[in-house]
T-cell receptor, first 114, second 114 residues
Framework: DTTVKQNPRYKLARVGKPVNLICSQT?????MYWYQKKPNQAPKLLLF???????READTFEKFQSSRPNNSFCSLYIGSAGLEYSAMYLC?????????????FGPGTRLTVL | GEQVEQLPSILRVQEGSSASINCSYE??????FPWYKQEPGENPKLIID?????ERKQIQELIVLLDKKAKRFSLHITDTQPGDSAMYFC?????????????FGEGTKLTVSS
């Protein structure tokens, strides 16, 4: 099973409220990624977990949190949503091993902040 | 930051003709260049990739070319079919401190008309 699952598929949030998105994979991949995708823009890497080590991008460092309670699950947490957070959030996983490997993407969660 | 430029953003071709998408990257240490196809409502799926030790790779009607000197790579779809209509994203690895990240191009919306 090469499926990456994301929940929920659609999320409506109010400005100032928290948002928690969930991603799971059963491929035993060591690395899980979160991307933000806005219309007509490239997917933008927000952060990734390699095993239990979290790497956050410098320009989104304070905006997004994440946790990985076990190898299969990874969450993306927004403490206080703003209108600019409205986007598609894509989770991906890969097995880095000794070299770079294919990233498998989930279907995405479309977040709308009102 | 590091960028991958992808052109054109919109591409319309007639069924049976060829379609070409071009990408350029900045990091001379990039060593992996995947191409993803995303259909409406679906997650991006890897369709072909090329590593830096190759100049050309073909899978059925998909051809990728890599020019490391010019830091350019391209996707060519020969004998296009309506089912090839989708968004296409190129990407290049960015290696930082032992971690490899994918930097995506902005995407090309390909429409194949019959």
């Amino acid at each position: 099973d090469t499926t990456v699952k994301q929940n929920p598929r659609y999320k409506l949030a109010r400005v100032g409220k928290p948002v928690n998105l969930i991603c799971s994979q059963t491929m035993n991949h060591d690395t899980m990624y979160w991307y933000q995708k806005k219309p007509n823009q490239a997917p933008k890497l927000l952060l990734f977990y390699y095993d239990k080590i979290l790497n956050r991008e410098a320009d989104t460092f304070e905006k997004f949190q994440s946790s990985r309670p076990n190898n299969s699950f990874c969450s993306l947490y927004i403490g206080s949503a703003g209108l600019e957070y409205s986007a598609m959030y894509l989770c991906a996983s890969s097995h880095r091993g000794t070299g770079y490997a294919e990233q498998f993407f989930g279907p995405g969660t479309r977040l709308t902040v009102l | 930051g590091e960028q991958v430029e992808q052109l054109p953003s919109i591409l319309r071709v007639q069924e049976g003709s060829s379609a070409s998408i071009n990408c350029s990257y900045e990091d001379s240490a990039s060593n992996y260049f995947p191409w993803y196809k995303q259909e409406p409502g679906e997650n991006p799926k890897l369709i072909i990739d090329i590593r830096s030790n190759m100049e050309r790779k073909q899978i059925q009607e998909l051809i990728v070319l890599l020019d490391k000197k010019a830091k350019r790579f391209s996707l060519h779809i020969t004998d296009t079919q309506p089912g090839d209509s989708a968004m296409y994203f190129c990407a290049a690895t960015l290696n930082q401190g032992g971690s490899a990240k994918l930097i995506f191009g902005e995407g090309t919306k390909l429409t194949v008309s019959s």
